[in-house]
């Protein structure tokens, strides 16, 4: 097993060997279908808070300007939002951006508070890993099943597209925390491994020791 080495960087450190520590997990539960002890612990007390972090961080990150109309209205309505009865296109926009500026903190009055750096930090670290994904080489992917590439797995190209991927994270997450067994032929649990399997080459390269 590599051993991880300091950065230098605590909270760098501490990302990389979460990322490691839960895609460990989910190589013991693909092959044996156990948990191992204090797994589902991990994933409710360590793995699952980040998952939210990167919501969190989502949400500030967002800017009305990047998204469509009808995105716009989706994440309002996700967020339980109710936007006000527009006129026309051009004041339901504008009506769109005033809510999204409420929901993100950007824009208009409001109280100062310190910068999220741990959301900010985790919802730009899981946009890297997306985008990379397709690129891992085969050398590097750990699925126990199935060709050894996540080529077909595409980055999220829209801000919904990432809620969306950021959301089945948390979904299988907990179903395994909950003592759900996942198939490796579910799509939607190869995404989430191969998000974990990325983020741990990501995060030790140059960091990790064979």
């Not at 839960?22 to 589902?40: A, I, Y």
């Not at 309002?76 to 527009?86: F, H, I, K, N, Q």
């Not at 994270?169 to 939607?188: F, V």
């Amino acid at each position: 097993m590599s051993e991880l080495v300091s950065s230098g960087f605590a909270d760098f450190d501490r990302l990389a060997l979460l990322y490691r520590r839960t895609r460990e997990l989910l190589d013991e539960v693909s092959l044996t279908g156990d948990m191992p002890t204090g797994g589902s612990a991990m994933l409710a007390t360590e793995t699952l808070p980040h998952v939210e972090d990167m919501e969190a961080g989502f949400q500030i990150w967002l800017r009305a300007p990047e998204a469509r109309i009808e995105e716009l209205r989706m994440l309002l309505a996700r967020s339980g939002m109710v936007v006000p009865v527009a006129r026309d296109s051009a004041e339901e926009r504008a009506a769109l951006i005033e809510a999204i500026q409420k929901l993100t903190g950007t824009g208009g009055e409001r109280e100062l508070v310190p910068p999220a750096q741990r959301r900010i930090a985790a919802i730009n670290l899981a946009r890297l890993t997306f985008a990379l994904l397709p690129m891992t080489p085969s050398d590097d992917v750990h699925y126990p099943a199935g060709l050894r590439s996540y080529a077909d797995i595409a980055p999220p190209r829209t801000p919904a597209e990432l809620a969306d991927r950021i959301e089945e994270l948390e979904r299988s997450l907990w179903h395994i925390a909950t003592g759900r067994q996942p198939k490796l032929t579910d799509a939607s649990y190869r995404r989430t491994y191969g998000f974990f399997d990325a983020a741990t080459r990501l995060s030790g390269g140059g960091f990790l020791l064979s």
